[in-house]
């Protein structure tokens, strides 16, 4: 079964930290490039990172210096490593594989910055 399952997700005060966890099943993994997206209450899916199956990393640059992408081939799995974590990061997080036009997305977890 095809899938990809996002969890790390919950309540953080601003300035701390929290890693985001996807894992992938029933796909070549390694073949995939991995991408983090966000969605903001009212706002549009918007690509944060993005990690290439040759490890070749983008940032959207709000989160430059503050958030990391890793990739885990032999678990299957994609981290978003977020510190230094702000209220404007607030958003629902979701996972993404690419390959050649096939588009997979996890469920999401939700993520809330506040004091």
């Known amino acids: 079964q095809v899938q990809l399952v996002d969890s790390g997700g919950g309540l953080v005060q601003p300035g701390g930290s929290l890693r985001l966890s996807c894992a992938a099943s029933?796909?070549?993994?390694?073949?995939?490039?991995m991408r983090w997206y966000r969605q903001a209450p009212g706002k549009q899916r918007t690509l944060v990172a993005s990690?290439?199956?040759?490890?070749?990393?983008t940032y959207v640059d709000s989160v430059k210096g503050r958030f990391t992408i890793s990739r885990d081939n032999a678990k299957n799995t994609v981290y978003l490593q977020m510190n230094s974590l702000k209220p404007e990061d607030t958003a629902v997080y979701y996972c993404?594989?690419?390959?050649?036009?096939?588009?997979?997305w996890g469920q999401g977890t939700q993520v809330t910055v506040s004091s």
């Open positions: 993404n594989a690419y390959m050649s036009g096939t588009y997979l």
């Open positions: 029933g796909i070549l993994f390694s073949d995939y490039t």
């Open positions: 990690i290439t199956s040759g490890a070749s990393i």
